[in-house]
């Protein structure tokens, strides 16, 4: 607008000043600034008005929805409410029925044991009243018992005790017999079953076992290459025998055997250890008394080699753990040490494998089985050097090298030195006594066995009714003949448990001895 005006304005430049058209055109230049300014804000107030406009309808609308909502919200709330009280009244007018009944229930209760009550009561009244009746009656049958005994005492000339006595020793009598067939039946369905079983678990064990056994003297043999070698052996004068002896202790002897000398000693070890020394002089052909200490003492070591490989070898055999040293040391010996010509270390490794297969297949603890089998001989590894039993000496070395308890008990018991208390302690038991007791297993001296054969007869005619007594079956089994008049056939089951029960207090025997009675009634009439 202003580029207008000028451009209008600029033919008339000449006539007028230009300051004056400058004035001019700033003029017109604020004046259309003004009308620019307020046309375009009152464009502005009527855009705003409208929005006003328009945001109080949307409130008005936007009150009116909330007023509808909530009109809305309040009818939902008034019928839900409508709704629950309708509920809870049914649930309490089924409830109410519910305790009316109920009610009806133990009033019927109540009355029902009002009326058992009263029959009670009558009840009761009628006990009462028999019971009065039965003390009479009582009272009557006690003076009508005690008349009746006078009576008899008149008739019988017995007082009362006296028959009473009577009575109570034919009862006795009586008892005493059916329990002794009782127990006859008892123990022979007993035997029956336990035999069945400790037949099949010791077959079983036996089976599954097969220890070897080599029956050794108290003397060894030593071959010479020829005979002239016993004068060197004697030495000049004896002083090579001499030394020999002493350094070994053992007895040399040598006799007119050809070719042959005899190393004797109740020492096993002391003898092996001879016998290498010996064997040992006569490969080297220098014998005089240095040269024998020399080769003494390399046997000795070489014996003690042997010993600890022996027991090693046991320990590995039987897979036992943690076994001291010098037990392994004192087991080893005992592969020199033998029992009537069995030899020990064998028969524990028996034992052992018998005792663990028993327990087994009874449930028992086959570790301690295995252990407690193995060194239940352990003292007679040193019984030529401490005076005591060997069971003893087992118990006192296995306590001094902390083995276990219940260890420990089963080498003590398993001779009955001590009354065994663990099922492995009479495995231990058991299984000693059948590797020393089966056949071929020990020896025995004539003068022991004839000494044990007369002892079991003794034992059997010290009993009364015994009219002979027969040891056979090389002692493991007594026959007793008893006189028919004496000894009846009840009793015969009480006089075998008494004849076992003497011999296992009084001998000591390996194995198991049976005990057989015959009773035998013989009536002879001749008819003439």
Known sequence: MVFVTLSMAQPQAGSMHWWVWLAIAIVTLVVGVAIGYLWRRNVAEAKTQRAEEQAKRIVEDARQIADAKRKESVLEAKEEILQQRKEFDQEMRERRVEIQRSEHRIQQREETLDRKLSQAEGREEQIRQKEIAINTRLEDAEALHAKRLQALEAVSGLTRDEARGLVIEDITNEARHDAALLVRDIELRAKEEAEK??????????????????????????????DEMKGRIIGREGRNIRALETATGVDLIIDDTPEAVVVSAFDPV???????????LIMDGRIHPARIEELVEKARREVESQIREAGESAVLEMGIHNLHPELVKVLGRLKYRTSYGQ????????????????????????QICRRAGLLHDLGKGLDHEIESPHTQIGVDLAKKYRESEAVIHCIAAHHNDIEPTTVEAVLVQAADAISAARPGARRESLQNYIKRLESLENIANSFPGVEKSFAIQAGR???????????SDQTMVLLAKDVAR???????????????????????????
């Open 477 to 487: 089994e007594v026959r007793i003949l008893v006189k028919p008049e004496v000894v």
């Open 502 to 528: 003497k011999i296992e207090s009084e001998m000591e025997y390996p194995g198991q001895i049976r005990v057989q009675i015959i009773r035998e009634m013989r009536v002879t009439e001749v008819a003439k």
């Open 343 to 366: 030899n020990v270390l064998k028969h524990s490794l028996e034992v052992a494998h018998l005792a663990a297969m028993m327990a087994a297949e009874l449930g028992a603890d086959v």
């Open 270 to 280: 002391r003898r092996e250890v001879a016998r290498i020394a010996l064997e040992k």
């Open 197 to 226: 079983k400790a037949r099949n678990i010791i077959g079983m064990a036996i089976q599954k076992c097969a220890a070897d056994h080599s029956a050794e003297v108290t003397v060894s043999v030593v071959n010479l290459p020829s």
